[in-house]
């Protein structure tokens, strides 16, 4: 089912409502990377439904440029879900290349790296996960809870006494990303179940690969400026057409977003290295991936290394850049 701009599907729509009018709603918060779609798997077998319930509705946030291998494996998560009688909603604000290069218009701005013209290193702010992955999911949980929709598609606000469980997928060594409450609409609670099963990132990894789902993707868009250099690599060897198409968009973001009016004060790079996607030194080995190679290592020069920085995730994106490692700030 998919939600673009319009209404979901309305007997699933008013099915909800109806849900809604007497009891909280179930909803997970789909980003289709490892530990969400561990929670998806996980309800649609019931395996531990005190803790993690058969969802009324998943909801997934379209960017409008995720990796093809995301779609693929949504398409996978629709399968096993409606077997289980969960349906899947796939929303969409729009195609958040199209909004970056737009001349005019409104746009919401991508954490490029930036390079002042005397070498200041910043990063720009980042409103990309909040306009297209967070707004467009609450705007179908209001619509499911009883909100009112105007004839152009807007939800106002949810009825007095409707409200949501909202589950998100975040393990128990990422709980520092971990949200409360208070950083949730006044309608939704927040649920973080992997961290209640104390499961952790590589178990979730272990859990789908024993369930036939261990080429799980990481979810983020194509462009994303928080990519390692191991995604990057990824994308230029694997999938040669989104390696060109993001070398495209950084040469086309070098002075920042058209539509915002006020030039930058310098250059905008989508590698943390500040030099044209195409030129980057993402051959670069993370520490992670040669302890991965090679197990825990005893003594690692790091500054030899670039660090890994964390994927962007629903309501877990990180907001602030990752410390630049010594090779890195030299320019190798």
């Known amino acids: 089912m998919t939600d673009t701009f319009g209404l979901p599907d309305r007997n699933l729509l008013l099915r909800l409502r109806d849900i809604a009018a007497t009891r909280q709603l179930h909803i997970l918060a789909l980003g289709a990377g490892t530990q969400s779609t561990t929670i998806a798997h996980l309800a649609a077998t019931g395996a531990v439904p005190d803790v993690i319930p058969r969802f009324d509705v998943m909801i997934f946030a379209d960017t409008g440029w995720e990796s093809r291998l995301v779609y693929d494996h949504l398409t996978r998560i629709e399968a096993f879900a409606a077997e289980a009688g969960i349906p899947l909603v796939k929303t969409s604000r729009g195609n958040i290349r199209e909004d970056a290069l737009r001349p005019t218009g409104h746009y919401f ?3 490029l790296h930036t390079l ?10 980042r409103g990309c996960t909040r306009g297209y992955k967070i707004e467009p999911l609450e705007r179908v949980e209001r619509a499911f809870l009883g909100a009112p929709i105007d004839a152009n598609g807007n939800v106002g606000k949810v009825p007095a006494g409707r409200g949501c469980v909202k589950y998100l997928g975040i393990s128990e060594d990422e709980s520092r990303r971990a949200l409360d409450d208070e950083a949730m609409p006044r309608y939704s609670e927040v649920c973080h179940p992997l961290i209640e099963l104390h499961a952790t990132r590589q178990s979730c990894k272990t859990y789908l690969a024993n369930n036939k789902l261990g080429d799980c993707p990481e979810s983020s868009c194509v462009p994303c400026p928080f990519h390692g ?9 694997q999938r040669p057409a989104e390696w060109q198409a993001a070398c495209a968009f950084d040469e086309s973001i070098r002075h920042g977003h058209p539509a915002a009016g006020t030039p930058l004060n310098g250059t905008a790079y989508l590698h943390r290295a500040r030099v044209p996607l195409s030129e980057a030194p993402i051959d670069v080995i993370t520490p992670k991936e040669r302890r991965e190679q090679q197990g825990e290592l005893n003594l690692v020069d790091l500054a030899t290394f670039e660090e890994d920085p964390p994927g962007c995730g629903l309501y877990a994106c990180r907001t602030t850049e990752i410390p630049q490692a010594a090779a890195l700030e030299a320019g190798a």
């Open 109 to 111: 701005s991508m954490p």
């Open 116 to 125: 002042s013209p005397t070498g200041h290193r910043g990063i720009m702010k």
């Open 229 to 237: 250099n191991r995604r990057w690599r990824e994308m230029r060897d």
